[in-house]
């Protein structure tokens, strides 16, 4: 492991094989000096670049079937119906803005805090990072996207100690409990085109030929020359994809433990993870791996196969996995909770988001809490 400090600049972008992911950044940089971005382009060109890897969907159902028979896997339909005790209710916390638009929550705290994007009523991305802190009613301004950068903001991260927002190819960031100010820079190495994450005190990020991590915004950056992809993180560890192997690498003392997965190809609905768990999406079912246990498949998961939906996973805790199936603009979506002790799922009308210790979901105009 090495340490230093000068990770707190913009990255270049890394080059991949996967042709799509190649395509988006290509043509976010041509609209990167746009004064103000073309409608929905945020929504056409991430998501239709997530559209086409699901595409293979229909195609490795039957693989997935076979390898979870030979595996042991437990194979649970997710079309028995809702479990009132998978998710209780909890307070609310309200999407309208002062003036009217709406907020988007896209990284929840293991605090309770909620990060997320401003949005217009058509579900358009517009220039405000929001905070909503533990317990509160409504959010409160954080800070501005400049308008070219835009287009970037599809992921955001919380830690203890930090805001993480995307600017172009920098990952910006604020410290817990700033009331706004300038952002520091992070993510060098950073492409732009991977998801980072916040757990614990860090903030990780795939730098190309290392993971990297960093305390708050402007601790010492660490960083990890682990081969592969980051797929996921569940503090402290980074879950790291090299083919069919998963390293799950400890941000604090560079141990490296290794997981074999199913196959080689990367799963259409991607992966999330805690420190004791780890899910997938691929091929109209999801996969959980908690502890030594067999692994549980979950079938009939919302909108399976519909290319119209963007899937994304989150994890609470040792608690619950979350699959949450949303219309690119945000206005129409579904959610399936498992609870992994009691074995019970609800199916929730709209998106959903874990982490540890909790996890909330839109009603409406309103995000609930769990």
């Not at 000068?6 to 190649?22: L, Q, V």
């Not at 705290?109 to 990060?115: I, K, Y």
């Not at 509160?136 to 800070?143: M, N, Q």
């Not at 970037?152 to 817990?176: D, F, K, N, Q």
Request: charged share 20%; with cysteine.
């Amino acid at each position: 492991m090495e340490s230093g400090s000068d990770g707190r600049e913009a990255g270049g972008a890394r080059g991949r094989s996967d042709y799509f992911e190649s395509v988006v950044e290509a043509r976010l940089r041509a609209v990167r000096d746009a004064a103000v971005p073309p409608p929905g382009l945020a929504g056409r060109v991430l998501d239709g670049a997530r559209r086409r890897r699901r595409a293979r969907l229909a195609a490795t159902s039957a693989a997935v079937a076979v390898a979870s028979a030979a595996a042991g896997a437990a194979v649970v339909a997710a079309e028995a119906g809702p479990a009132p005790d998978a998710v209780g209710p909890g307070p609310a916390l309200s999407r309208v803005l002062p003036d009217g638009a709406l907020f988007r929550a896209m990284a929840v705290g293991a605090d309770g805090g909620v990060l997320g994007l401003e949005v217009g009523r058509d579900g358009e991305p517009r220039r405000g990072v929001w905070y909503a802190p533990p317990g509160a009613a409504a959010p409160r301004h954080l800070a501005d996207v400049p308008a070219a950068d835009v287009p970037y903001v599809w992921t955001m991260a919380e830690s203890r100690a930090a805001h993480a927002w995307p600017e172009g190819t920098s990952i910006a960031c604020l410290p817990a409990g700033a009331d706004g100010g300038p952002a520091y820079r992070l993510g060098r190495g950073w492409s732009g085109r991977d998801r980072f994450y916040g757990g614990g005190d860090d903030l990780v990020w795939d730098s190309g030929a290392t993971i990297t991590a960093v305390v708050g915004c402007t601790g010492a950056v660490r960083t990890f020359p682990v081969k592969g992809t980051l797929a996921a993180f569940g503090a402290p560890y980074a879950y790291v994809r090299s083919g069919a192997v998963m390293q799950r690498l400890d941000v604090r003392s560079g141990q490296v433990t290794r997981l074999r997965l199913p196959s080689a190809r990367e799963p259409d609905g991607g992966f999330a993870a805690s420190a004791s768990v780890l899910a997938w999406a691929d091929g109209g079912t999801l996969t959980i791996r908690a502890g030594g246990a067999a692994p549980v498949v979950l079938r009939g998961l919302p909108h399976a196969g519909d290319p119209s939906y963007d899937v994304r996973l989150s994890v609470d805790g040792d608690r619950r996995v979350v699959y949450s199936a949303v219309h690119p603009d945000g206005a129409a979506g579904r959610s399936l909770v498992y609870d992994l002790a009691s074995r019970r799922r609800t199916v929730l009308p709209g998106e959903a988001l874990g982490t540890d210790g909790r996890i909330i979901w839109r009603d409406g105009d309103l995000y609930r809490t769990s």
